[in-house]
């Protein structure tokens, strides 16, 4: 298990700085906001001819340990696909303990987020998740709202089609209440009006499993954001795997279209 952070932890640039010299990349290519795709529970599991739960709760042990070392190297945010708007089409029971585990550590790992000045909010649609989630979810956002380390945005019941339909709703109401302009709609009036308004869009995001697909994730924040994609499945993913995809991330030339 990840050893939790020191309850006095450096300011976040010395965090940083620490982290390229120890990563063998300029600082500056360093990612504030890393963006996860956790895939390959359900593959891990069979592997080991276990019920697919199994694999889902190895994994969450790969959650703390990347909150816990992107915590360290002063990361800004990480944000987590934990479950999908498309994720309810699968078995009851699997939902059902999909829903008890992000229960119980909701409960569970509170203390060490407080601990490590981790902050939490949600990325998502409410309903339809459990009621007891909610609260649980509620409770942990609200506890830890004044934490200064990470911040990590959980992606619970999210699709980014729903995101963005979401988002258009919300502007046309506005439009036809009369306060705000057509001409005032622009990227910025938009991106506000999305799930993860006044975070910066990711500039790195990791896929485990070998999968070469966004998954209806992020499609208006990624649309910059350089992708790692490793064969290495969710419940294995550790430290060494992620300073790989930002060592990664660190050896590419990002020109947003310039030359």
Known sequence: MTAALPETIPPRPELRARAAAMLGIPLDRLPRHIAVIMDGNGRWARQRSLPRIAGHREGADSVRA????????????????????????????????????????????????????????????????????????????????????????LALNYGSRTEIVDAARSLAREAVAGTLAIDDVNEATFSNHLYTAGLPDPDLLIRTAGEYRLSNYLLWQLSYAEIHVTDVLWPDFREPHLHAAIRDYGSRDRRFGGV
């Not at 699968?90 to 303990?97: H, K, L, N, S, T």
């Not at 601990?115 to 506890?143: F, K, S, Y």
Request: hydrophobic content about 40%; glycine content about 6%.
């Open 66 to 153: 990347v909150i816990t070392e992107c915590g360290r190297m002063g990361i800004e945010i990480l944000t987590i696909y934990s479950f999908s708007h498309e994720n309810w089409k699968r078995p009851q029971d699997e939902i059902g303990a999909l829903m008890a585990l992000a229960y119980e550590n909701l409960i569970g790992r509170r203390d060490e987020l407080l601990r490590n000045q981790v902050r939490l909010l949600h990325i998502g649609r409410r309903h339809p998740l459990p009621p007891e989630v909610l609260r649980e979810l509620d409770a942990t956002i609200d506890e830890t709202k004044n934490c200064d380390g990470l911040t990590v945005a």
